[in-house]
C-alpha cells in the first residue's frame, strides 16, 4: 500500500478512454538494454512468461530466441484446449503441448496448463454427448479429461486454468454465471467443485487457478464481472472448493474502456482479503482506436500498461504477469475483426514488435518489474522463483 499514493498521481492519465489523436509530446525511446523482462521480475519474486504456438518454435528460431530471453514461464496458446486434445471419445493427442513441455524443461522454463473446463472450444462430439449422458457418465466426462491430462503432465505443469470464464452477467443470471455453458447446464454451479476437487486429487501439488476477463476496467461491464467473480469465489471458497489463486486475464483496451487504478486496486486487495493468489495470465492491449502514428499510440499504450502492471504488482499476492503472445507478429488482436486494424496492419500491443524488437510496451513493462516491491510466497502450493 504503500506506493498507492505515487501510483496514483501516475496513473490519473489513464482514467478514462485515451484519446484517439496524437499526443502533443512523446518521451524519447527508452533504453532497451540488459535483462529480459523475467529476470526483472525475478528480483521482487515473481515471473514472467508468455502464451506461444509449438509451431512458432519448430519455424521461427528467431521468435525462439526471443522467448528464451525474455520469459521464464510458458503457456500453450491453444494445445491444451479439449476440442485439440480430445478429438474424440477416448482418443487424445498431446503431442502439440508434449512438444511445449518438452521445450520448456529442455530450457529450464516453467509451464501453466491452459485450460481444463471452459465452456468454448469443446469437441462437438462432447456437446452432442453431455446433455444425454447418465449422471454418472455425464460426470466422468468432466472430471476424466481433468485426471487425464493433469496426471500426464504431474510434475512438470505447476500451474492449472481448471476453469476459465465462468461468469457473464450480461447473460442475465442473478448470480452473474455464464449461462450458455454446457458445463453450468450439465451441473449447475457445482461444475466448478467438480472440477477442483478432481483437480486436486489429481496433481495434490499443482496450483489451481480460476480464470475470467473483464475485470480491469472503469467500466460498468467490468464492474459487474467483478462483482460476480467476487461473489463467486466467496461461495465457493465457503464450500471448501480448493481454489488457490484468481488469473486476471488482462486484455486491456484502452481506447474504448477507461482504467481507473483505485477501483483495480481495491478489487485486488478484496481477492487478497479471501486468502487467494493473483496472476496476471494472458495480458495485452489492443490499441485499434488509437492515434494513427505508431509513435504517440505505443506511448499511450505503454503508459496504460505501465499503469496497470504498477498496481497488480503492489498487491503482494501477485505472483505472475504472462503476456498472450510476445510479439506482435503473432498477436491474436490482429486476427480477430473487433481489434485488428482495417488497414491490415498489426495491432501493436505485446512488449515486442512484428520484427522482435523491444518497444515502449516493453520498457514500461520492465519498469513496473524494476519498481515492484519484494514479495514472498504466502498462499499454500505457491513456490518463489528460484
Known amino acids: 500500500m504503500k506506493r498507492r499514493t505515487f501510483i496514483a498521481a501516475a496513473a490519473a492519465a489513464c482514467s478514462f478512454p485515451l484519446a484517439t489523436?496524437?499526443?502533443?509530446?512523446?518521451?524519447?525511446?527508452?533504453?532497451?538494454?540488459?535483462?529480459?523482462?523475467?529476470?526483472?521480475?525475478?528480483?521482487?519474486?515473481?515471473?514472467?512468461?508468455?502464451?506461444?504456438?509449438?509451431?512458432?518454435?519448430?519455424?521461427?528460431?528467431?521468435?525462439?530466441?526471443?522467448?528464451?530471453?525474455?520469459?521464464?514461464?510458458?503457456?500453450?496458446?491453444?494445445?491444451?484446449?479439449?476440442?485439440?486434445?480430445?478429438?474424440?471419445?477416448?482418443?487424445y493427442d498431446f503431442s502439440g503441448n508434449d512438444r511445449l513441455v518438452d521445450f520448456a524443461q529442455k530450457n529450464g522454463l516453467a509451464v501453466r496448463g491452459h485450460t481444463l473446463v471452459w465452456y468454448a472450444m469443446?469437441?462437438?462430439?462432447?456437446?452432442?454427448?453431455?446433455?444425454?449422458?447418465?449422471?454418472?457418465?455425464?460426470?466422468?466426462?468432466?472430471?476424466?479429461?481433468?485426471?487425464?491430462?493433469?496426471?500426464?503432465?504431474?510434475?512438470?505443469?505447476?500451474?492449472?486454468?481448471?476453469?476459465?470464464?465462468?461468469?457473464?452477467?450480461?447473460?442475465?443470471?442473478?448470480?452473474?454465471?455464464?449461462?450458455?455453458?454446457?458445463?453450468?447446464?450439465?451441473?449447475?454451479?457445482?461444475?466448478?467443485?467438480?472440477?477442483?476437487?478432481?483437480?486436486?486429487?489429481?496433481?495434490?501439488?499443482?496450483?489451481?487457478?480460476?480464470?475470467?476477463?473483464?475485470?480491469?476496467?472503469?467500466?460498468?461491464?467490468?464492474?459487474?464481472?467483478?462483482?460476480?467473480?467476487?461473489?463467486?469465489?466467496?461461495?465457493?471458497?465457503?464450500?471448501?472448493?480448493?481454489?488457490?489463486?484468481?488469473?486476471?486475464?488482462?486484455?486491456?483496451?484502452?481506447?474504448?474502456e477507461p482504467f481507473d487504478e483505485r477501483i483495480f486496486a481495491n478489487f485486488l486487495d478484496e481477492v487478497r482479503g479471501m486468502g487467494i493468489g493473483i496472476a496476471i495470465t494472458e495480458m495485452d492491449i489492443a490499441d485499434r482506436g488509437g492515434p494513427q502514428a505508431i509513435e504517440p499510440r505505443d506511448a499511450q499504450v505503454a503508459a496504460v500498461g505501465k499503469a496497470f502492471l504498477d498496481?497488480?504488482?503492489?498487491?503482494?499476492?501477485?505472483?505472475?504477469?504472462?503476456?498472450?503472445?510476445?510479439s506482435d507478429r503473432y498477436s491474436w488482436l490482429s486476427t480477430y475483426p473487433e481489434y485488428r486494424w482495417p488497414d491490415g496492419k498489426p495491432s501493436r500491443g505485446l512488449p515486442l514488435d512484428s520484427d522482435l524488437r523491444r518497444k515502449r510496451l516493453w520498457a514500461a513493462m520492465a519498469a513496473a518489474f524494476d519498481a515492484a516491491p519484494a514479495r514472498r510466497a504466502s498462499i499454500q502450493g505457491e513456490g518463489v522463483p528460484a
Not at 467500466?219 to 460476480?228: G, Q, T, V
Not at 465457493?236 to 486476471?248: E, F, N
Not at 498496481?311 to 510476445?326: F, H
Open 122 to 256: 469443446n469437441p462437438p462430439w462432447l456437446q452432442a454427448a453431455l446433455p444425454k449422458a447418465a449422471p454418472r457418465a455425464k460426470e466422468g466426462l468432466l472430471t476424466g479429461y481433468i485426471e487425464t491430462a493433469m496426471r500426464r503432465y504431474a510434475g512438470r505443469i505447476g500451474e492449472w486454468d481448471v476453469v476459465n470464464e465462468p461468469v457473464e452477467p450480461k447473460e442475465g443470471r442473478a448470480d452473474g454465471l455464464r449461462a450458455k455453458n454446457i458445463w453450468e447446464q450439465a451441473f449447475g454451479e457445482n461444475y466448478i467443485d467438480l472440477a477442483f476437487h478432481t483437480a486436486r486429487q489429481a496433481d495434490p501439488r499443482a496450483r489451481l487457478f480460476l480464470t475470467d476477463f473483464g475485470l480491469e476496467h472503469a467500466s460498468r461491464r467490468c464492474a459487474a464481472r467483478r462483482a460476480a467473480i467476487l461473489k463467486l469465489l466467496e461461495r465457493a471458497l465457503g464450500r471448501g472448493v480448493p481454489i488457490d489463486a484468481l488469473g486476471i486475464q488482462g486484455h486491456l483496451k484502452p481506447f474504448r
Open 311 to 326: 498496481v497488480a504488482l503492489d498487491n503482494p499476492a501477485t505472483s505472475s504477469v504472462l503476456t498472450w503472445g510476445l
Open 21 to 91: 489523436s496524437a499526443v502533443p509530446f512523446v518521451p524519447p525511446l527508452p533504453d532497451f538494454g540488459g535483462l529480459g523482462l523475467d529476470a526483472r521480475a525475478r528480483r521482487s519474486g515473481r515471473r514472467f512468461g508468455c502464451a506461444i504456438k509449438s509451431g512458432q518454435l519448430a519455424k521461427d528460431p528467431a521468435f525462439t530466441a526471443a522467448v528464451l530471453r525474455e520469459a521464464g514461464t510458458i503457456v500453450q496458446e491453444y494445445e491444451l484446449k479439449r476440442h485439440v486434445t480430445q478429438p474424440a471419445p477416448g482418443r
